[in-house]
């Protein structure tokens, strides 16, 4: 299975697991209890899946960073959009604007952290050895 193939494929499975999780009723992340830890839970779901967006889909929408960075957080959105609506059906989940908030910011963050680290690695390759280029 070639790199892309596998980065499709895990992508196609995250997004399964994040649509499979908002079928459960009365779902709440584990751990000890404390204000906004729901929000918390949304932003590390979102950061990871913006991360998959970008290893499978990366620069190759356009060479402009913005216009990558708004296109993937653009389909990180639309995924948590459909999740919440989808969520609006389920008994015992609700539909929420507030958590699509923090699954853009968790997209955002996960798209942001992918192409700085590209972009630092572009821009430190001349000072880093051959290994680092590659």
Do not use: C
Not at 8 to 29: K, N, R
Not at 33 to 61: P, Q, T
Not at 99 to 124: E, H, P
């Amino acid at each position: 299975m070639t790199k892309s193939r596998l980065r499709l494929f895990a992508l196609v499975l995250y997004v399964g697991l994040i649509f499979t999780a908002s079928s459960i009723p009365g779902l709440t992340p584990p751990g000890p209890k404390f204000a906004y830890k729901d929000k918390l839970a949304h932003i590390v779901e979102y950061a990871i899946l913006g991360g998959l967006l970008f290893k499978r889909i990366g620069f190759s929408v356009s060479r402009s960073r913005l216009v990558t960075f708004g296109f993937l957080l653009a389909v990180g959105a639309s995924v948590g959009a459909l999740d919440e609506l989808y969520q609006s059906y389920v008994p015992g989940r609700n539909m929420d604007v507030y958590d699509w908030y923090a699954d853009m910011l968790g997209a955002a963050t996960g798209i942001g952290v992918f192409v700085f680290a590209t972009l630092s690695r572009k821009s430190l390759a001349p000072w880093l050895g051959s290994d680092e280029k590659r």
